[in-house]
């Protein structure tokens, strides 16, 4: 892991601040590792992803660079190359990455925790970083009452689906996967943590406080609930639902989790009404 992240940090500060893109622009600059390097997960599979921010300005001037490389895309420049492992670094102004932050929230708090600067002049990936971590701690117990609602409507739907008798289509396998996706995501707010992406979201699960515990649960509801031909039924989803709704209550008994999260599904219809 050392190792890969070395490789990482050598290339952005011997290489990267000398590419012909940006090497202009190296006072106002600011670098980072991204992804599984930076938070720990990497494996003998994994890329190595660099962020690069410029303030507004900057990058605009970076657009008559682009116009002369038409192989790059203007709004969302990335330079890619082909080494091994292969090193990938998205160049972006920092309003995009405000605006990146306000459109999908959880999924930036998480990068941005999780990043290693290492290049940065204006601090400004600093600033960005630490506002970000404040409006998440202080948010994080609302966030994860909205999850724990959206889980237990997947689980309304979920029911329906089966009275209806399109449990095996599409729209029934999707409103599973979903379901199965919440659970996991409630792991990581309970631990008053950001959740990753979805690539990483199994692996990191087990870190959390009950991790360990909802993957027994999960890996039973997924052999029944998800593979095709599907073997499960409503009483499997509710049964998995109460788990972790359960799980949850045990880590937050402040919170009252379990008698106003139970589910009842002719209460939650009249409250849908």
């Not at 001037?61 to 330079?79: A, G, V």
């Not at 601090?123 to 970000?132: G, H, M, V």
């Not at 909802?214 to 031909?229: I, K």
Request: hydrophobic residues 40%.
């Amino acid at each position: 892991m050392l190792e890969i992240r070395t490789i990482a940090e050598t290339y952005a500060l011997k290489e990267l601040l000398q590419h012909s893109l940006l090497k202009n622009f190296s006072a106002s600059l600011s670098l980072a590792i991204v992804g599984s390097v930076a938070s720990g997960h990497a494996d003998e599979h994994s890329d190595i992803d660099l962020l690069a921010v410029l303030p507004d300005t900057e990058f605009s001037q970076l657009s008559c660079t682009l116009k002369e490389n038409p192989h790059l895309n203007s709004d969302l420049p990335s330079i890619v190359e082909n080494t091994t492992p292969e090193i990938t670094t998205k160049i972006r102004a920092i309003n995009w990455i405000i605006d990146e932050v306000d459109r999908d929230f959880v999924i930036m708090s998480y990068i941005l925790s999780t990043a290693k600067i290492i290049l940065d002049p204006l601090n400004i990936l600093s600033e960005l970083s630490i506002r970000t971590s404040d409006r998440f701690d202080s948010s994080v117990t609302r966030i994860l009452l909205d999850e724990l609602a959206l889980f237990r409507n997947d689980l309304y739907w979920i029911e329906q689906h089966s009275q209806r008798g399109d449990q095996f289509a599409i729209p029934g396998l999707l409103t599973r996967a979903s379901f199965l996706q919440r659970a996991l995501q409630l792991s990581f707010l309970a631990d008053g943590r950001p959740y990753p992406y979805r690539k990483w979201i199994w692996k990191q699960m087990q870190e959390t406080s009950i991790g360990k515990q909802l993957s027994h649960h999960a890996q039973e509801f997924a052999a029944t609930a998800l593979p095709y031909p599907v073997t499960y039924t409503v009483s499997h989803c509710i049964a998995f639902y109460d788990s972790v709704v359960t799980l949850l209550h045990s880590q937050l008994p402040n919170m009252n989790i379990l008698p106003k999260f139970r589910y009842d599904s002719d209460n939650y219809y009249n409250l849908l009404k």
